[in-house]
C-alpha cells in the first residue's frame, strides 16, 4: 500500500518569513495529492490540492509543487502569520479509490511575532 | 446540513464496553470514509462506504470494528470489546463524487471527530 513521509515534524518560523514542509509518497500509481491543516482540536480542512498532470499550483500565499519522478511534494507558504500556526497533513491518493487518502504524520508550524 | 456531523464528541468507555460512534454526512455526498487519528498522528483509513456500499474496509484494525451505512446517508462505527489501544479521536468525512478510475475529482470533508477514550 501507500506510504506518506512527512518532513519536518516541528517547524518555527518568524512572521513574514517563508515555510516549506515536504512529503515522499511510495505509490507512483498516486494521482492526487491533498495537503489539510488542522488547528488544535478542529477538524482537518483541506488548503491546496494538487493532481499528477501538474507540477506547480498556487493560491494567494500558499503554493504545492510535485516532483512526479522522485516521488516527492512541498508545501511552501509565504508571508507566514500568526494564524497559519496549526498543524498541517499531507496526504496521497491512488487511482479508483474514492479518494482513500494515506496521510503523512503531520508537521507543527509555530510562527512567531 | 451545513457540514459533516460527527456524535458524541467525547466518550469516555470502560474497557469492555461497546461504543457506536455516528456521522451525518453532508446531504447528497456518495462517499463516506472513516479514518482514526491517535495523538499527534495522521489521520488513518479504516473504512470506505460508496452510497450504502462497503467498497473497502482494509484499515479496520480488527474483527471488534464494525461500519454500516444502511441507507447511504448516515452511518455508524461500531467498537465491540473495547481496549485502551482503541483510544483516538475517529474521524468521519464525505465526499461529492466517488472515485472513478484515474480520477479523484472530490474534496474530502471532514467532521469534529469523536474522541473515544478507554479506561
Known amino acids: 500500500g501507500e506510504n506518506v513521509e512527512q518532513h519536518p515534524s516541528t517547524l518555527s518560523v518568524q512572521e513574514g518569513d517563508s515555510a516549506v514542509i515536504k512529503c515522499t509518497y511510495s505509490?507512483?500509481?498516486?494521482?492526487?495529492f491533498p495537503w489539510y491543516k488542522q488547528e488544535l482540536g478542529k477538524r482537518p480542512q483541506l488548503i491546496i490540492d494538487?493532481?499528477?498532470?501538474?507540477g506547480e499550483k498556487k493560491d494567494q500565499r500558499i503554493a504545492v509543487t510535485l516532483n512526479k519522478t522522485a516521488k516527492h511534494f512541498s508545501l511552501h507558504i509565504t508571508e507566514t502569520q500568526p494564524e497559519d500556526s496549526a498543524v498541517y497533513f499531507c496526504?496521497?491518493?491512488?487511482?479508483?479509490?474514492?479518494?482513500?487518502?494515506?496521510f503523512g504524520t503531520g508537521t507543527q508550524l509555530k510562527v512567531e511575532l | 446540513g451545513a457540514g459533516v456531523s460527527q456524535s458524541p464528541r467525547y466518550k469516555v468507555a470502560k474497557r469492555g464496553q461497546d461504543v457506536a460512534l455516528r456521522c451525518d454526512p453532508i446531504?447528497?455526498?456518495?462517499?463516506l470514509f472513516w479514518y482514526q487519528q491517535a495523538l499527534g498522528q495522521g489521520p488513518e483509513f479504516l473504512t470506505y462506504?460508496?452510497?450504502?456500499?462497503?467498497?473497502?474496509k482494509s484499515g479496520l484494525p480488527s474483527d471488534r470494528f464494525f461500519a454500516e451505512r444502511p441507507e447511504g446517508s448516515v452511518s455508524t462505527l461500531k467498537i465491540q470489546r473495547t481496549q485502551q489501544e482503541d483510544s483516538a479521536v475517529y474521524l468521519c468525512a464525505s465526499s461529492l463524487v466517488h472515485g472513478v478510475s484515474g480520477l479523484n475529482t472530490g474534496e474530502l470533508f471532514f467532521g469534529e471527530g469523536s474522541r473515544l477514550t478507554v479506561l
Open positions: 496526504a496521497a491518493s491512488p487511482p479508483g479509490g474514492g479518494n482513500k487518502l494515506t
Open positions: 446531504s447528497g455526498h456518495v462517499s
Open positions: 505509490d507512483s500509481a498516486s494521482n492526487y
Open positions: 462506504f460508496q452510497n450504502e456500499a462497503q467498497l473497502d
Open positions: 494538487i493532481r499528477s498532470n501538474v
